[in-house]
């Protein structure tokens, strides 16, 4: 797996779309696709998901960087959730989309950070992208957009997420009413400048950690 080969689409990869999902849930699912992927049961596979709300605590965590306390969280419904994982306290919830990749490194690149610096590249390289986003591939979005949002109204779970989100967000429990109608407006015009606006060089962020031992 390398830059090159996940931008230009050449590295087979499997996406899995799961909706949202329990952080707990997320991790037991992790678990058993890195065994299938080592045992070559399955090939690479990129999660895509959403948590409910949800503050992590990682293997280098300190407890008072939780801000919130126990009282906001539970009016809140916010999850605290010891992850074990490197890095600190990090926050999840509705509305964030998180990526988590499940692939095998060549065996030259058994290399930590060049595998998040090929990651990042793939990432920033998409991103410019949609700077020359066409009218069939926002066409097709919205129309998947369009099909997830459907069947997440399905789901009465589903529908308090989305709710909580747009009143947490935006303070506009109604906006969950009309959501479709604003992605079904967008534009190719309208990627395009928001592209250009917010996703250019000057509006990037990369945070990196090292594992906890």
């Known amino acids: 797996m390398n830059r090159a080969g996940i931008a230009a689409g050449q590295v087979p990869l499997a996406v899995r779309r799961l909706g949202t999902v329990a952080y707990r849930d997320a ?24 948590h409910p709300h949800v503050i992590t605590l990682g293997s280098s965590s300190d407890p008072s960087h939780v801000l919130a306390s126990p009282d906001q969280r539970a009016s809140l419904k916010i999850e605290l959730f010891e992850a ?19 692939v095998a490194l060549e065996e030259q690149r058994h290399d930590l950070h060049r595998y998040l610096r ?13 700077a ?10 919205v129309a998947l957009t369009d099909t997830r949002f459907v069947r997440m109204l399905e789901e009465v779970s589903e529908r308090a997420d989305l709710l909580s989100m ?26 395009r400048a928001v592209a250009e606006r917010w996703l250019g060089p000057d509006n990037r962020a990369v945070l990196a950690y090292e594992p906890g031992s």
């Open 132 to 141: 020359s986003v066409s009218e069939e591939e926002v066409a097709r979005a």
């Open 166 to 191: 747009f009143t947490l967000f935006f303070d506009d429990p109604d906006r969950l009413n009309h959501e479709m109608d604003r992605i079904r407006s967008v534009t190719p015009a309208d990627v």
């Open 84 to 102: 074990g994982r490197g890095g600190d306290v990090t926050y999840h919830g509705p509305g964030q989309l998180i990526g988590y990749p499940i």
């Open 118 to 130: 090929d990651l990042e590249g793939a990432l920033i390289d998409q991103l410019e992208g949609l």
């Open 27 to 50: 991790l037991a699912i992790q678990e058993k696709l890195v065994r299938d992927r080592r045992d070559e049961r399955i090939p690479d596979t990129l999660l895509l998901l959403q």
